[in-house]
């Protein structure tokens, strides 16, 4: 069995870091999306996953658990250059980034869940808020401005650091926050991506829901039209 277990495309952030980094180097896998936060979800996952959370990957007998852990598996599995840059330089600044995505930002995504489809107005900007998008401006900036001379990307050539910022990327045009210059170009070409547009065209076809509220997380499935 090749698996790629996965949450909600259009809500689950870690779950399309991972499914990016597959489809960007064509890894042969059956791709299975298991939708968050109903009562059956826990026990569909534990079934499967020794955290009972996603995303997975099942590769024959190995089971690999973890966004960053999944895309360095499919990193050793693709031809060099693909998955992270190959100058040392750079793969370590790429590898450094995607690191700081997995571990910071937490106001960002605690104030703007991803949602791909959804527009909603911009939140209170509090101070920790608005650190968190000067970090990120600064870092795309930065990025562009030495490395990506050959590409829209971060380091030019499409990366796996930009399958990391690609659900920030989606949560700045979702809740209207401010971006300039190469961070907003490198925006613009993160949306444009066919690979992107593609998985958008499916994060709108999914048919559940998820809110956020005060008591937590609920969810349901959207209203069919007859």
Not at 111 to 117: G, H, L, S, V, Y
Request: glycine share 8%.
């Amino acid at each position: 069995m090749k698996r790629l277990v996965l949450g909600n495309l259009n809500y689950s952030s870690w779950s399309i870091r991972p499914l990016m980094v597959a489809r960007k180097v064509g890894l042969p896998v059956e791709e299975m999306v298991i939708p968050l936060d109903f009562p059956e979800t826990t026990a569909r996952l534990k079934d499967i996953s020794p955290t009972a959370k996603v995303p997975l990957l099942i590769w024959d007998d190995q089971t690999i658990w973890e966004s960053l852990a999944i895309t360095e598996w499919i990193a050793e599995w693709a031809p060099p250059g693909d998955v992270w840059p190959e100058d040392p330089t750079a793969r370590a600044a790429a590898r450094a980034a995607a690191s700081e995505m997995h571990a910071g930002f937490p106001e960002l995504r605690g104030k703007c869940p991803m949602d791909i489809r959804g527009r909603e107005l911009p939140p209170e900007m509090t101070d920790k808020l608005a650190a968190d998008i000067d970090r990120i401006q600064e870092l795309w900036s930065g990025l562009r401005g030495e490395f990506g001379r050959n590409g829209p990307f971060l380091f030019g050539k499409w990366s796996a650091a930009d399958a990391f910022y690609l659900p920030v990327v989606t949560r700045f045009r979702t809740y209207g926050l401010p971006l300039s210059g190469a961070a907003a170009d490198y925006s613009s070409a993160v949306l444009s991506d066919p690979d992107f547009l593609k998985l958008e065209e499916q994060a709108k076809a999914e048919p559940w829901w998820i809110k956020y509220g005060p008591d937590g997380r609920s969810s349901g499935y959207l209203k069919q039209e007859d």
